[in-house]
Structures are given as C-alpha cells and as structure tokens.
Nanobody, 118 residues
Framework: QVQLEESGGGLVQAGDSLRLSCVFSGRTFASYIMGWFRQAPGKERELVAA???????YEADSMKGRFALSRDDAKRTVYLQMYMLKPEDTTIYYC????????????WGQGTQVTVSS
C-alpha cells in the first residue's frame, strides 16, 4: 500500500519561497508519476505540477516560472519548490501518486497548509 506524507508548509510573506516535500513509502517509488495538487475553499482541486519517473515535469501555466518540481528516487521524495509566493497561493497542498499516464491519481497524502500573508 502506497503512503504519502507531505511536509514543509507554513506561514510566509508574499514574495517568499517555500519547499514542500512528499515522502513515498510502500512500493517502488521510481515507477510512479508524482503530482502536487491544491484546493482552495470553494474551488475545484487543481493540478499544480507533476513529474514522471523519467524526470519529465509538467507545471500548470499559472505556476510556470514560480513553481518547480523535482524528485529524488534514492530518498523516495518529491519536492515542490515555490518562489515568489502570493496570497492567492494560500491553500492546502496535496501530494499524489499514480501508476502511469493512463491511470488516475489513486494515492493521496493528508496535505500541508501553505499560508501567504500580504
């Protein structure tokens, strides 16, 4: 059973940077596609960024240039580096995993809160 545990959230000021981490356990990490999502109250969940087992990444258009995703297969960890944070980035960020491009994200972490003050 795959388990995901996020960390790194917190309270920062607008313009600050923050790095979220997600530790994967339970299966072969290197073969999974990892994603970060966020969901603000009253809004739909949105994909922030994703990284494939080969290292190819996807960032949502609104995050390009500010968010960067990376993975360390030896540490079974995926990182979301966030720069130039804005108050509208305030929400809970979730780590997720899926087997391949054709599957749904079936494994989710509990989320980590990011709060950006103006």
């Amino acid at each position: 059973q795959v388990q995901l545990e996020e960390s790194g959230g917190g309270l920062v000021q607008a313009g600050d940077s923050l790095r979220l981490s997600c530790v994967f356990s339970g299966r072969t990490f290197a073969s999974y596609i990892m994603g970060w999502f966020r969901q603000a109250p009253g809004k739909e969940r949105e994909l922030v960024a994703a990284i494939h087992s080969g290292g190819n990444t996807y960032e949502a258009d609104s995050m390009k240039g500010r968010f960067a995703l990376s993975r360390d297969d030896a540490k079974r960890t995926v990182y979301l580096q966030m720069y130039m944070l804005k108050p509208e980035d305030t929400t809970i960020y979730y780590c997720a995993a899926k087997h391949n491009s054709n599957s749904e994200y079936g494994y989710w972490g509990q989320g980590t809160q990011v709060t950006v003050s103006s």
